[in-house]
């Protein structure tokens, strides 16, 4: 369906615009003005949904961070063993970095060009707090002696596996991260037994 299609609602398609614009652009990069034109509905529409520029970017960014939550969910909920459910978070990146048009991580891309105190920051703080207790869950379920410490190191490198599936593109990267992320666990587990 197209983004301007009637049978969006005017916020359906603003942030349907939005998510197109921003993640192909940058969110300070596009103007309002565009992400109107492109949606095709009027500049009250805006701001009766969203308020201003900012709102639209936490919405922007809370969808974003909806989405992938669901895809690493459903890629975790694919396994019943704890060690393949962690390993899914990055199975996950590599399914997203494999597709065209990846550009990397949403919230890494916003938050270079951003206020670091504004909107972006707290909705980047927000994905990443649930990215850390994610990963604290699984590697306490799979058996790491010290959760928290394997979680640190895991969103290290997520972290670093997204930035380089986005400077070379393609799932090299994550499949990389998964074979590290693997033997980190591997060790935290032997060294509880």
Not at 50 to 56: A, I, P, Q, R, V
Not at 77 to 94: G, K
Request: positive net charge; aromatic residues 6%; hydrophobic residues 45%.
């Amino acid at each position: 369906m197209s983004v301007s299609s009637p049978r969006l609602s005017a916020r359906e398609r603003l942030l349907a615009a939005a998510d197109e614009l921003f993640y192909a652009e940058g969110v300070h990069t596009v103007g309002i003005d565009r992400v109107i034109e492109r949606a095709g509905v009027a500049k009250a529409s805006l701001y009766s949904c969203f308020g201003n520029k900012d709102g639209l970017v936490r919405a922007y960014l809370q969808g974003q961070h909806e989405r992938r939550r669901d895809r690493i969910l459903r890629r975790i909920e694919q396994h019943t063993d704890p060690r393949d459910r962690l390993l899914a978070v990055f199975d996950s990146l590599a399914d997203s970095a494999a597709k065209p048009g990846f550009r990397g991580c949403a919230f890494y891309n916003a938050g270079a060009e951003s206020d670091p105190n504004g909107v972006v920051r707290e909705e980047s703080a927000a994905n990443r707090a649930w990215t850390r207790t994610l990963l604290t869950d699984l590697a306490r379920a799979a058996g790491a002696a010290d959760p928290a410490a394997l979680s640190a190191q895991l969103v290290i490198l997520y972290d670093g596996a997204t930035v380089g599936a986005r400077q070379d593109p393609g799932p090299a990267a994550a499949l990389a991260a998964r074979a590290l992320a693997a033997a980190l666990l591997d060790a935290s587990i032997t060294t509880t037994r």
